[in-house]
């Protein structure tokens, strides 16, 4: 299973994607109400095994 992720620029840490403005774990990666083409750019499609936020992971599967 693939899932949408984003980069946080601070430290590099790979987030599971759970709306336009929030990851899994309640990291902002967009601040702007439009989405635009460079941010859907930065959401990729990964293999779980390549997620490193631990709380992302932890909260994906609090939901199963
Ligand atoms: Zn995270």
Same mark, same amino acid.
């Given at each position: ?6 980069? #946080? %620029?601070? =430290? ?5 994607? %759970?709306?336009? %403005? @929030?990851?899994?774990?309640?990291? !902002?990666?967009?601040?702007? !109400? &439009?989405?635009?083409? #460079?941010? /859907?750019?930065?959401? %990729?499609?990964?293999? @779980? =095994? #390549? &997620? ?8 994906? /599967?609090?939901? @199963?």
């Amino acid at each position: 299973m693939m899932f949408p992720t984003i980069v #946080s %620029k601070q =430290d590099n840490v790979v987030h599971i994607v %759970k709306n336009q %403005k @929030k990851t899994e774990c309640g990291f !902002t990666y967009h601040h702007f !109400t &439009i989405v635009n083409r #460079s941010d /859907l750019r930065r959401i %990729k499609f990964i293999s @779980k =095994d #390549s &997620i490193t936020c631990a709380m992302c992971l932890q909260h994906y /599967l609090n939901q @199963k």
